[in-house]
């Protein structure tokens, strides 16, 4: 991972499972992210009292308690219940009203508000899906509008792109960036730091969660922990309902990632003379699960590319790459200035 040089900007990833920041404290890159989700509950004088004893992080709205971050999810399972989400599919969801006012709080309370007048920040956003219609002018500008409200000079950046710029700089920024995100596969292929193509997957970590949890009878929440916390791609015998159905819908959600990867390959008119095998770079929560780097050039061999594929690799910091992407992309703009 390329560290950035620079105090005065910050990167953001406003991913549908989590938001995660970066930027530059001393010689080093700091991180800091919280889970997108929420838990609503009745504004009672003992449930207040009840989350201020255990310190669980919650914010009032209206006539509503809001259980935020990783509570909200512990909480959902507690009670048997499904987490909400601000961000759906990887846009603001259109079905959550209290989804725009809460993205911007859990955006505040990562990001927190500029040091100085017009301070830049590079702020993720997907790609066109090619599997669904999402509104992305929406999303992108409403992220905008409230990042220039916390007193930023905001520029959206391309969520695999911000991938390619974490991670392959020794390569020039040439290769294919992949964000194993929770609502998105995010997909591009940059030349010298511009992008060839890009596209999105409406497919990745919920789909593979709500596909095993239908399988298994259980509720998302739960398929998401245990697979957060459990899940080992490797194994092959001795496994459990759980285990099973989240294996058969990872192959079949990296099948179809690489499938739709080689017919954008083999389309893409204005493709650029690559002189050498291509890069691939991996990232995102939903790659995390031990295996997943097998799992993915195992399928990888049955997919017969146009151009020769070179080292297949995971990002080294998988969960904060797109942040620390997004945050070499700001500093960039600010020194061009």
């Given at each position: 991972m390329k560290k950035a040089k620079s105090n005065r900007a910050k990167g953001l990833d406003v991913g549908t499972s989590f938001i995660n920041c970066a930027e530059n404290q001393g010689k080093r890159v700091s991180f800091r992210a919280i889970r997108n989700s929420f838990f609503d509950m009745e504004d009672t004088s003992f449930?207040?009292?009840?989350?201020?004893?255990?310190?669980?992080?919650?914010?009032?709205?209206?006539?509503?308690?809001?259980?935020?971050?990783?509570?909200?999810?512990?909480?959902?399972?507690i009670f048997n219940k499904e987490a909400r989400r601000p961000l759906s599919g990887g846009a603001i969801s259109p079905r959550?009203?209290?989804?725009?006012?809460?993205?911007?709080?859990?955006?505040?309370?990562?990001?927190?508000?500029?040091?100085?007048?017009?301070?830049?920040?590079?702020?993720s956003v997907p790609g066109e899906p090619i599997d669904t219609t999402l509104n992305l002018t929406y999303h992108r500008t409403v992220l905008g509008e409230a990042l220039s409200e916390l007193g930023y000079a905001p520029k959206p950046?391309?969520?695999?792109?911000?991938?390619?710029?974490?991670?392959?700089?020794?390569?020039?920024?040439?290769?294919?960036?992949?964000?194993?995100?929770?609502?998105?596969?995010?997909?591009?292929?940059?030349?010298?730091?511009?992008?060839?193509?890009?596209?999105?997957?409406?497919?990745?970590?919920?789909?593979?969660?709500?596909?095993?949890?239908?399988?298994?009878?259980?509720?998302?929440s739960k398929v998401c922990m245990f697979k957060e916390a459990n899940l080992d791609l490797t194994r092959t015998k001795g496994l459990s309902r759980m285990e099973k159905a989240l294996s058969v819908y990872y192959r079949n959600l990296t099948e179809y990632v690489l499938k739709h990867l080689k017919a954008k390959f083999e389309n893409t008119k204005e493709m650029p003379e690559l002189k050498k095998p291509v890069d691939i770079v991996i990232a995102g929560g939903t790659s995390l699960p031990n295996g997943f780097l097998q799992l993915f050039n195992c399928m990888l061999k049955r997919v017969k590319f146009p151009h020769t594929i070179g080292k297949v690799k995971m990002?080294?910091?998988?969960?904060?790459?797109?942040?620390?992407?997004?945050?070499?992309?700001?500093i960039a703009e600010e020194t061009r200035e």
């Open positions: 449930t207040k009292r009840m989350l201020q004893r255990t310190g669980i992080n919650y914010i009032k709205r209206n006539d509503k308690l809001f259980v935020i971050g990783d509570e909200a999810l512990e909480f959902a399972n959550e009203k209290e989804a725009l006012p809460l993205v911007e709080i859990l955006i505040k309370s990562i990001l927190g508000r500029a040091s100085h007048k017009e301070e830049r920040v590079a702020y950046i391309n969520e695999a792109l911000a991938v390619v710029f974490s991670e392959l700089n020794d390569e020039n920024f040439t290769g294919i960036g992949l964000s194993f995100g929770g609502g998105m596969v995010n997909v591009c292929m940059s030349f010298m730091a511009a992008p060839v193509f890009s596209f999105s997957i409406c497919k990745s970590g919920d789909w593979i969660d709500g596909q095993a949890a239908m399988a298994v009878d259980e509720t998302n990002a080294g910091e998988p969960l904060n790459a797109v942040a620390n992407g997004a945050l070499i992309s700001a």
